[in-house]
Structure formats: C-alpha cells, structure tokens
C-alpha cells in the first residue's frame, strides 16, 4: 500500500493560530468580566443619563444596592441650581411610593444637617389632605426632632399654612385622644394643660402701639366675674349670671365689693350657688351702686394648691449626634 504524508500549508497554519489567538482573547475577556475588582472603581462622565445607573423591574429587586461599614450610598455635589446629593423620585401614580426612605436601628432613620439652609425639608404639592409635607412615627422615639444652633432667628422647627384654610400645626396622640392645633388665624387650643413660664398678651394701645401685658396668676385654679349693682334701703340682691354660675363648683366662692357712693361700709349677708346679697352695715338704709367682683373655683378643676410641677424630661434625640 501506498503511504504519503500530508504538510499544511503556510496559510492553514497561519489561520490555525489565528483562530486560536482569538479563542484565548475571547476566554481571557470572559474571565475578567467575573472578576470583581479588589479596589473601587471611578466613572467619569459628561453627559448621558447617568455615570452609573442600575435598572431593575422586579418588585422586590434594588435598582442600587450599597454596603458599607461608612455610608452605604453617599451622595456628593458641587451644584448651585437646585440639584441634590441625594435625589429620591417615587414616580408611581397610585398606591403608596417613598421618594426617600430612611430605616436605623441605632440612630435617626433620616438624618440631615445644612450650613446654608434647612436641615431636613419637605414639600407636599398633593391635594389630599393625608399627605403631609413632612411625617414621622416613632415606637420609641421622637416622630419628628427639630434642633437649631443658628443665631439668625431662624426656627428649629418651622410649620407655615398657604392659605386661609391651611392648619399651621397639628398634634394627636391616639393613644390618650389628647390634640393640640394651631389653625389658619395662628389661634392655639389644646386639649391638654399648657405648662410654662410667665404669661402674656399682646394689646394695642390707644396710640396703636403693640404692648405685653401680664396674666394673673393664683395658687388654685379660679374663674372671676364682674358686675354694678345697686341698693335700694341699704339691702340689694345680687343674682348670678346663670353661664357662669355654671361653670362654678358652687363649694365655695369669693364677693369683693366696691361702694360708688357714701356709705357706712357694705357686706355680703348671705351667699346661694345662684345669688348672693348685700347689706349696708348699721342697719344703714342708703341707696347707691356698688361693682362687685366673684371669684369662684372652676367646676371640672382640680382642688390641688400650688401643684408640684412635673419634671420636663429631654428627649434622646437632643444629644448630640456623632458624625
């Protein structure tokens, strides 16, 4: 039998190699794709949507996902025109979406601090009312925690309605069914008792000058009237105004007088819940006016004198925070 051997030519093995070359890229390529590098990795950019963008339709999917033992995710930016370090967009149109949302377990869950504006802001361009521009809920903790170093007078918190109809401030807690608001005309009303230093309201003068002027204070809680009557033969029977005559606990109740006129001297002889009388001293048979002013003890007041006062307990959330 015949026997040859074959020899490539120059050109097949040259495109053997080729091949082959191409092959080893093509793996060489592959492997670092898988690779995750040791050190981090800096994209520069100009234009286009974003440097870096994750994109995921999953429900239960993050779009980015960061892990630290500093920030997970930090944000940094030079801008001037309204853009953010950190921007948050919920875009869905129903249901329920956080444009940011902060969760800690050790510290604040949403935590900002400004040199040159509001630490924390928002804004609520929704229509329906359950939508706040800022919301917070605590277990335990302050809901929402507002502190200022700023010698500016600006506010640690600050609330503003935009129109009439627009409460400034609400407070509720469910638990007791207590609420303090502040509506539309900045009236205060609480449910509760309010507890502070000296108080004062602002008049205006004749002159229309703005001016300060002292509440009256008493050791027990007390309600006051004021009133003129007149004696007729030195005897004068003084009724109660019924609306206040019930709000009185009818226990007890104070009547100063003030003659308007020449008199021996004036005394009450005889107080009811509805009425009181008064005579003139002496058997004294004058007739002339008198003011006369009540001092009773509210009805649903309690009898305590100079109540300790409670002890104002300082948040958590006021110390300092650790950066």
């Known amino acids: 039998m015949a026997q040859f051997t074959s020899q490539p030519s120059r050109a097949a093995t040259i495109g053997v190699i080729a091949v082959g070359v191409a092959i080893a890229i093509s793996s060489l390529s592959i492997v670092r794709a898988e690779i995750t590098p040791d050190k981090s990795k800096t994209f520069s950019c100009s234009s286009g949507t974003a440097c870096v963008e994750g994109n995921s339709t999953g429900s239960k999917t993050w779009g980015v996902y960061g892990v630290s033992g500093a920030d997970g995710v930090h944000g940094v930016t030079s801008t001037t025109n309204g853009n953010s370090a950190v921007a948050g967009i919920s875009m869905g149109t129903s249901g329920n979406g956080h444009g940011v949302y902060g969760n800690s377990s050790n510290g604040a869950g949403v935590y900002g601090t400004s040199s040159g504006g509001s630490g924390v802001e928002g804004h609520a361009t929704s229509s329906i009312a359950v939508f706040p521009g800022v919301y917070g809920v605590s277990k335990n903790g302050d809901g929402v925690f507002a502190e200022s170093s700023t010698t500016g007078g600006y506010s640690a918190l600050y609330a503003r309605g935009d129109n009439k109809r627009t409460t400034i401030f ?31 309201t602002q008049r205006r003068n004749s002159s229309g000058q703005r001016v300060l002027t002292y509440a009256s204070e008493s050791a027990t809680a007390t309600i006051e009237d004021v009133g003129t009557a007149r004696m007729i033969n030195g005897v004068a029977n003084v009724r109660t105004d019924p609306a206040f005559a019930s709000l009185m606990d009818r226990n007890w109740y104070y009547v100063f007088l003030t003659p308007l006129g020449d008199t021996r001297g004036l005394y009450v002889s005889m107080k009811t819940p509805t009425a009181f009388q008064v005579r003139e001293v002496e058997h004294g048979r004058s007739s002339l006016a008198f003011d006369y002013r009540i001092v009773a003890h509210p009805l649903d007041a309690d009898n305590d004198r100079l109540p300790p006062a409670p002890e104002m307990k300082i948040p958590r959330s006021v110390q300092p925070i650790q950066q």
């Open 170 to 200: 609400f407070a509720y807690n469910k638990a007791t069914g207590g609420e303090c608001v502040i509506d539309p005309k900045a009236n205060l009303t609480c449910t509760g008792t309010i507890i502070g230093g000296s108080e004062f």
